[in-house]
């Protein structure tokens, strides 16, 4: 599947390639389709019913999870970190899928993954497949490698926000053999590393070799300044940022992950980060259906 190139042409006259992942599908858009999209195909290849997997109460996640299990005949299980809202526009929407919602504590959840947790799982739902918080699994990562192989534009730097950094581990994997092609991924959370020693471990789950995943961490940077404080934080700025390119480029963003990566793009560009004759591509990961919680929970209005 191709997504829209947008060209946008700033004021400095300087002309910004926006891949408009986020246009994918209208429910489960942008990485999340993508990261979804071969762990709904091995689901139904060995026969499961149901998918199960793992987010916060506003997830992006959880919600195109939801989605992907109504539109492919599948049961979805979500297990959420806290407790239920019955205000929170992502549950519900989650809940109208048909998404089945197991809410445990934050100490709990952090058990995720071990076996005493799945097992407890299992005895309470039945059979699933399993998809890790994020889809940051090999499957999520094998789904994200496409993304530069349907690109019919040049670019010499990509882009993008970063979370769990599978989406961009699976870019910097399917740009095999374009080393001039640079990912510069945008944390979205406060981090000590930039994500770097996260990314090498889903490298890992792609290359399994050494050398290989040595040689594609090199094909990538991060810049760590932009996180405006820490996950799902923001200031005034940011919010007006954000209205700004949608009036002025039509491109709507949200304030967790792509309107701080276009921001950051920003000002990169003003600060001639990239050199005037480059080629640049942002990449909108999607995520927009985050802007109602956000507007849920503190007013703003993006």
């Excluded at 890790?132 to 670019?155: D, H, K, Q, W």
């Excluded at 950094?165 to 930039?194: C, F, H, M, Q, Y």
């Excluded at 990538?220 to 954000?242: C, R, S, W």
Aim: with cysteine; charged share 25%; glycine share 12%.
């Amino acid at each position: 599947m191709r997504s829209r190139i947008q060209s946008i042409k700033l004021k400095t006259g300087q002309i910004v390639h926006v891949l408009r992942e986020d246009e994918l599908h209208p429910e489960i858009s942008g990485n999340k389709w993508r990261k979804l999209k071969y762990n709904v195909i091995k689901a139904q290849e060995v026969g499961y019913e149901r998918l199960l997997t793992f987010g916060g109460a506003f997830s992006n996640h959880i919600a195109a999870t939801a989605a992907a299990g109504k539109e492919y005949g599948l049961k979805t299980t979500g297990v959420i970190r806290g407790e239920y809202d019955p205000g929170n526009p992502t549950l519900q929407f989650a809940l109208k899928c048909g998404m089945e919602l197991d809410f445990v504590s934050r100490s709990t959840y952090k058990e995720r993954g071990s076996k005493a947790f799945t097992a407890a799982l299992q005895e309470k739902h039945g059979s699933f497949f399993e998809i890790p918080e994020g889809g940051a699994n090999f499957y999520g990562i094998a789904g994200c490698m496409e993304i530069p192989r349907t690109l019919n534009v040049s670019y010499d730097y990509a882009v993008l926000a970063c979370g769990t950094g599978s989406t961009l581990a699976g870019i910097v994997a399917g740009n095999r053999g374009e080393i001039r092609k640079e990912v510069v991924g945008i944390p979205v959370l406060k981090t000590s590393d930039g994500l770097r020693s996260d990314i090498e471990k889903q490298l890992w789950k792609i290359f399994v070799d050494d050398d290989l995943v040595r040689e594609y961490t090199n094909r990538f940077i991060t810049v760590n300044d932009f996180h405006f404080g820490g996950y799902a934080k923001f200031t005034p700025e940011l919010v007006n940022f954000i209205n700004r390119c949608r009036a002025e480029y039509d491109l709507p963003l949200d304030l967790v992950y792509t309107g701080k990566a276009f921001y950051a793009l920003m000002k990169l560009l003003e600060n001639d980060y990239f050199g005037s004759d480059s080629k640049i591509l942002f990449i909108h990961t999607g995520g927009l259906q985050g802007n109602e919680g956000m507007r849920y929970l503190h007013g703003v209005g993006v």
